[in-house]
């Protein structure tokens, strides 16, 4: 009987181990985010923020692309 318990512990080990592991991820993952009080804007850049990450709030229109790169582009397709 003590044979088969010793044949057993390591797997049990594992489990545990294992257990525990998904445990203690799933409560960083799910725990609650930031300092707290809720009434603060998110700036994780969720649905609420967008742009929050890269610093761009997506109302700034002043996007112009150059005008040499395009022209170059095309001349390389048109040539090749």
């Given at each position: 009987m003590l044979s088969?318990?010793?044949?057993?512990?390591?797997?049990l080990l594992v489990c545990i181990a294992f257990l525990v592991a998904v445990w203690a991820?799933?409560?960083?993952e799910m725990g609650p985010r930031g300092s707290g009080s809720g009434d603060e804007p998110d700036e994780s850049?969720?649905?609420?923020?967008?742009?929050?990450?890269?610093g761009r709030t997506g109302d700034d229109d002043s996007f112009e692309p150059d005008p040499k790169s395009d022209s170059a582009e095309t001349r390389q397709r048109s040539d090749g």
């Open positions: 088969d318990l010793s044949a057993l512990l390591p797997p991820f799933l409560k960083h850049g969720g649905p609420e923020n967008p742009g929050a990450e890269s």
